[in-house]
């Protein structure tokens, strides 16, 4: 009996430094997991630069497998600590994890696996997980909601981007023609799209003056376009009188989180949370 309890103990006391951050311990790993997982991220960039991947190979190697070694772990720990290791490993983040860990893996049986290298960048995705920490976990969750406040207004005035692009294009299209570069009316409306965020390649040009004078419209409309969307989030920031939960307990059954600050039990599947 006192060894089950040991053995139990110790699980619980892993699994709140892995998965919660109410702890001293448990924002310390999150802390030290974010450091990590940006070297990584930096060792991706410098292998990606001939000169310095030359010059230091054997080094980016060495680190690259000492990084690899620490995510194996730490994706180990985190199937042993939960009750079902299948909530965590065909979750999405669980999924993110395996992705990133395997690249180097790979290149021990199969050469010039140089493509992997996107997956290695995949572990940049781990960050929005550990950004439940106390100190982000109120900000995010007010930009979640005002988000998903907004959603409607948002794909409403997307919808209307995209009839305004078709509509610019088209006549883009029927007023300059292809000897002047609008060969097409989707290629019009890759024109319409670059003028209207005022990206401006410059790569296809009006060169009517009615073309012109219609592209000095959209460059100016493409201003009061590109702020509708923060104004809109902005709005809906404003509103929310909410109050934001900082509890960052995971169920220990489902992997379920957001839960309440006074929560005892999991809103998913009833399970007791860990004190």
Known sequence: MKQQT????????????????????????DIALIIVIILSIVLVMLESVESIDAKYHDLLNIS??????????????????????????????????????????????????QALVVLRALRLLRVFRILKLTMYLGASLNLITALKSSKNKILIFLFSIVVLTIILGTIMYLIEGPENGFTSIPYSMYWAIVTLT?????????NTP????????????????????TGI????????????????QSCPHCLADNHLD??????KCGHKLNE
Not at 16 to 29: C, N
Not at 66 to 71: A, D, G, W
């Open 6 to 29: 040991h053995k139990t103990n110790w699980k619980t006391k892993l699994y709140k430094i892995i998965y919660e951050a109410d702890t001293h311990a448990g924002r310390w790993f």
């Open 64 to 113: 690259e497998w000492v990084i690899t070694i620490l995510f194996t772990l730490e994706y180990i720990a985190r199937i042993v600590v939960i009750n079902k290791p299948t909530k965590y490993i065909f979750s999405f983040y669980g999924i993110i994890d395996f992705l990133a860990t395997i690249p180097k893996y790979v290149s021990l049986i199969f050469v010039g696996t």
């Open 198 to 206: 005022t990206v401006g390649y410059g790569d296809i040009s009006p």
């Open 210 to 229: 009615l073309g012109q004078f219609i592209a000095s419209i959209v460059m100016i409309l493409g201003y009061g376009i590109i702020a509708v969307p």
């Open 233 to 248: 989030i902005t709005s809906e920031m404003t509103k929310q009188g909410l109050k934001i939960h900082t509890n960052t």
């Open 262 to 267: 006074s929560a005892e039990y999991c809103h």
